[in-house]
């Protein structure tokens, strides 16, 4: 079936350098979401996009939308030890409820 | 309640016995879903329940796994015969609607450990 792939499964960044993770389907894709897990906790939503070549952006985070709504990425600038965790992408059918989630980007940054 | 609330937190069981696991939505979510992750790995669909109906069932793994929603706001997922590849966190969560638009709230999960 339809799933996404993530990547890089890790990544290790020192403090304030910039960090990008990917996350790419086969498959055009309704929509496409952002997800980040700290350490021992649970996912917590940052955004969604729809549009085809979206940009959002929070804070240090941008968020894109692939014109052809077939990837997506999520960068961070100037990272902080706030940043840790794993970043997972997900996405559901048009109109669906049922989020398909990729394995995620673990975040490591050292101080 | 402010966020999703899950009990317990943690539960430590014996292989062959049965579990039940609480969630409690957010007021006015009307959508819930079950969720399991394993360690390293993405929140995999359980159950989707829109009221009080069970939505999709689809990714419930076999019939020991069973989930209830009676009065369309608690939720309680049940296991019987507990195996030990059901260790894992089970994470609940509820959305103001069922198409996601907004995004999932989830709550703090509860571990399952089968020894």
């Known amino acids: 079936g339809q799933q996404v792939m993530q990547i890089p499964q890790y990544q290790h960044v020192q403090e304030g350098e910039d960090f990008t993770t990917y996350c790419n389907s086969s498959?055009?894709?309704?929509?496409i979401q952002w997800y980040k897990q700290r350490p021992g906790g649970h996912p917590v939503f940052l955004i969604q996009l729809v549009k085809s070549g979206e940009v959002k952006k929070q804070k240090r985070l941008t968020f894109q939308f692939g014109e052809a709504k077939k990837n997506s990425s999520l960068h961070i600038t100037a990272t902080q030890t706030t940043d840790v965790g794993t970043y997972f992408c997900a996405y559901s059918g048009a109109g669906s409820y049922q989020l398909t989630f990729g394995k995620g980007t673990k975040l490591s940054v050292i101080p | 309640g402010a966020g999703v609330s899950q009990t317990p937190s943690n539960k430590v069981t014996e292989k062959g016995k049965y579990v039940e696991l609480r969630c409690d939505p957010i007021s006015g979510h009307t959508a819930l879903y079950w969720y399991r992750q394993s360690l390293g790995q993405g929140p995999e669909f359980l159950i989707y329940f829109q009221g009080t109906g069970a939505a999709d069932d689809s990714g419930l793994p076999n019939d020991r796994f069973f989930a209830v929603r009676p009065e369309g706001s608690v939720s309680t997922l049940k296991i019987q015969r507990t195996e030990r590849g059901d260790s894992a966190v089970y994470l609940c969560?509820?959305?103001?609607?069922?198409?996601?638009?907004?995004?999932?709230?989830f709550g703090s999960g509860t571990r399952l450990t089968v020894v």
């Open positions: 969560a509820s959305s103001f609607d069922g198409a996601s638009n907004y995004g999932y709230t």
């Open positions: 498959t055009t894709l309704s929509n």
